[in-house]
């Protein structure tokens, strides 16, 4: 059974985001995703997380409007792949 | 032994600034302001203050602007076309409410609108002091950085060429007392951190309990503050013989000395002449000028320009005696505003002209 | 059609033992939201400086000196002391400060319009006068705050609502390379220009800031990082191609790397 190794994970302020896409092309493992239909009250897209995040920062580093928090976990995690659920 | 010096006026004013607790100060050379900084370069350093020769006057406004925001006494000042350049920085140093003390050396009286009618953009008025000769001079430096600091505003002393180049014995205190102490309003980075930096911005955010970028809030606090300063800042005249007098006689700066005196001789020969020399431009003294000319029948205002201050004395006579120009532009070849008709014989023939 | 991806949650914090690595905002940008616009380049390096002064433990001597632009919407977002400017006049008013407050560490905030047009005086001639404070240039090429017109960093052919049909030499005349003026002076101690249109330039702004603090700190003279932004609105292009944008029309002409290190 394949598993997934996540190392890090983010926290994501959907209402401070303006959909800009800047965090989706700068993320090195491509986890994160813009919404199709779902916007924030002020109308715009954001960001979800796919399994792989690294906790590298770069999501955090580009975003103009402070939306991510980045975490690094103490010992990575195993994401079973198939049986994968939203937690 | 007096303690008086013989001191060109330039230097004078230089040393009444350090003694008030100037320790920054910076200009662009252009006669006859030019000794000016001349002399506070040499002074500056000796008191551990800084002296910037600036590499223009937009420049130089803009260091003057940095340097008190530290809450050090800060100066600066040029002449006449100099001043054009920094109105600018002085409409919006007023609205960052930052005490700044700015010396023009004139060249003629032509600047007397740019001075009091605020000659930047914007709604704004600076406190304007004008001194007619060296002592006065000394003297009115000293309030111009006391009045800068209590009001928080620029102050203007406007000067000209005879101020700035004429010798005259003169007491003038040591540069050597202590700087006043830093208002705590004043910025040093420390409040970084803190949760609450402080900021010092035109556009407001900048004094106790204001927001920031509430422009209109901020520019009705910078109104009512100017309110609040032309109504406490006391405004002073020189008035002289005009209880009796026939005629007034309106003047101001270097050019009200001669009118002064050339009132005291007519009085000697008779003549019932008084003399009104406005000192602070800006709150212009009109109740006094007022009461001044009540009694007479004619003001005539004696300018080295086409005539601007006489606008002033319109307005504060409201009608009350009729207010003739009798000054003009006076220029030598040099055009640095030294008049060949600013002298008492033809001051004296002219007030006789008014009087008939 | 369901959506089969699998989303992790991303609303609180992890359950598992984690590290804090990023925090939102740096402590000392106080105001998160600010109205600049999505995809605007300016916020990500105000960010840079202000990571840069906390890491260096500069937050409580620094006085900023802002100028106006887009970026002017920050002067009241933060933690540091600042000191709010006329269009193009930040280094005169910081001269003014760095030489009353020697031991304080002054930094101005300008963009290129502030800069590289009003203000090419005042930049060179502290740059000339070897001041000891760092200005930080954020250059997106055009009047960002005005709604995108031409500046005298806007490369040849480029478009912008006064260079409709894209800046012409003979019309226009050329781009001024700021970074390139300002490290010919013999007194600019450290001259840096970088981007933050991805993760790796947003790092190398990071890391050309820190020297260029470094060097005021050293006392070794005038100090500038210049960083290209990404202006879509003023670019008129969609936020997702402003960093390739950058790539191909302003860095081309502004060259990113350092051009003068003490």
Redesign the interface.
């Known amino acids: 059974m394949s598993t997934i190794t996540i190392r890090g994970t983010v926290v994501i302020d959907v209402e401070a985001c303006k959909g800009c896409d800047l965090c989706i092309d700068a993320c090195p493992p491509r986890v994160l995703e813009m919404t199709d239909h779902e916007v924030n009250t002020r109308g715009y897209r954001y960001p979800r997380l796919l399994a792989g995040c690294t906790g590298c920062q770069a999501c955090a580093q580009i975003c103009p409007d402070f939306v991510f928090q980045v975490y690094k976990y103490d010992t990575p995690q195993e994401l079973p792949l198939d049986e994968s659920s939203e937690q | 032994m007096s303690d008086r010096v013989l001191l060109e006026g330039s230097e004078a004013i230089a040393r009444a600034a350090v003694a008030a607790g100037c320790?920054?100060f910076?200009g662009y050379p252009m006669t006859p302001f030019t000794e000016l900084l001349e002399h506070m370069a040499a002074l500056l350093p000796e008191v551990d203050g800084?002296c910037?020769n600036?590499?223009?006057e937009?420049?130089?406004?803009?260091?003057?602007?940095?340097?008190?925001?530290?809450g050090?006494l800060?100066a600066t000042g040029s002449t006449g076309q100099g001043l054009s350049l920094m109105q600018?920085?002085l409409s919006?140093i007023t609205n960052?409410r930052l005490p700044l003390v700015v010396f023009n050396m004139a060249r003629g009286q032509g600047d007397y609108f740019q001075a009091t009618r605020g000659g930047g953009h914007g709604d704004y008025r600076h406190i304007v002091l004008a001194p007619m000769d060296v002592p006065e001079a000394v003297e009115l430096t000293r309030l111009a950085f006391e009045l800068a600091s209590q009001w928080r505003t620029p102050v203007m002393v406007l000067g000209d060429y005879y101020l700035a180049h004429t010798y005259q014995a003169v007491s003038v205190p040591s540069i050597e007392g202590a700087a006043p102490e830093v208002p705590d309003w004043a910025?040093?980075?420390?409040?970084?951190?803190?949760?609450?930096?402080?900021?010092?911005?035109?556009?407001g955010?900048g004094v106790e309990g204001e927001e920031?970028?509430d422009l209109g809030a901020h520019y009705a606090a910078c109104a009512a503050h100017i309110q609040e300063m032309s109504a406490g800042v006391e405004p002073l005249v020189d008035i002289g013989f005009c209880e009796d007098a026939e005629l007034v006689v309106a003047a101001y700066g270097s050019v009200g000395k001669f009118v002064r005196y050339a009132c005291l001789r007519l009085r000697d020969a008779g003549h019932r002449v008084g003399y009104v020399r406005p000192i602070t431009l800006w709150p212009f003294p009109s109740e006094a000028v007022h009461n001044a000319v009540a009694g007479s029948t004619k003001v005539a205002v004696y300018e080295q320009n086409m005539g601007q201050m006489v606008d002033d004395v319109r307005l504060a006579t409201m009608g009350a005696v009729p207010v003739e120009f009798i000054g003009g532009p006076s220029w030598d070849h040099s055009g640095f505003g030294i008049g060949p008709d600013i002298n008492v014989p033809d001051i004296s023939e002219r007030i006789l002209e008014a009087l008939k | 059609m369901t959506d089969e991806r699998i989303y992790l949650s991303t609303d609180t914090p992890p359950a598992e033992p984690a590290v804090l690595v990023d925090d939102f905002t740096p402590s000392l940008i106080t105001q998160a939201n600010h109205h600049l616009c999505p995809g605007c380049g300016e916020p990500i390096a105000i960010r840079a400086a202000m990571e840069a002064i906390e890491e260096l433990e500069l937050a409580q001597s620094t006085i900023t000196v802002f100028g106006i632009g887009c970026y002017t919407a920050f002067a009241h977002n933060l933690d540091v002391e600042v000191v709010q400017a006329l269009h193009g006049r930040a280094p005169s008013v910081a001269t003014g400060i760095k030489r009353m407050l020697p031991d304080g560490f002054v930094v101005t905030v300008q963009g290129d319009g502030d800069m590289v047009n009003e203000g090419l005086q005042e930049v060179l001639h502290a740059a000339a006068r070897g001041e000891n404070i760092t200005c930080l240039l954020l250059n997106n090429g055009v009047f960002g705050e005005t709604g995108g017109q031409m500046t005298t960093t806007t490369t040849l052919g480029q478009r912008t609502k006064t260079s409709i049909e894209g800046r012409d030499p003979h019309q226009h005349g050329h781009p001024i390379l700021l970074s390139d003026l300002a490290a010919t002076m013999d007194g600019a101690a450290y001259v840096a220009r970088c981007a933050v249109n991805n993760a790796g330039n947003v790092a190398r702004t990071k890391r050309y800031i820190t020297r260029a603090y470094e060097s005021q700190m050293a006392g070794a003279g005038f100090s500038l990082v210049e960083i290209l932004t990404m202006c879509p609105t003023g670019w008129f292009v969609d936020t997702l191609e402003g960093p390739d944008y950058l790539q191909d029309t302003l860095a081309p002409v502004h060259n990113i790397g350092e051009l003068k290190t003490p």
């Open positions: 320790r920054f910076t800084v910037m600036a590499e223009s937009l420049e130089a406004v803009g260091m003057a602007w940095g340097a008190a925001t530290t050090h800060a600018e920085s919006e960052a910025l040093n980075g420390s409040s970084g951190g803190s949760g609450s930096a402080k900021i010092i911005s035109p556009l955010g920031g970028f």
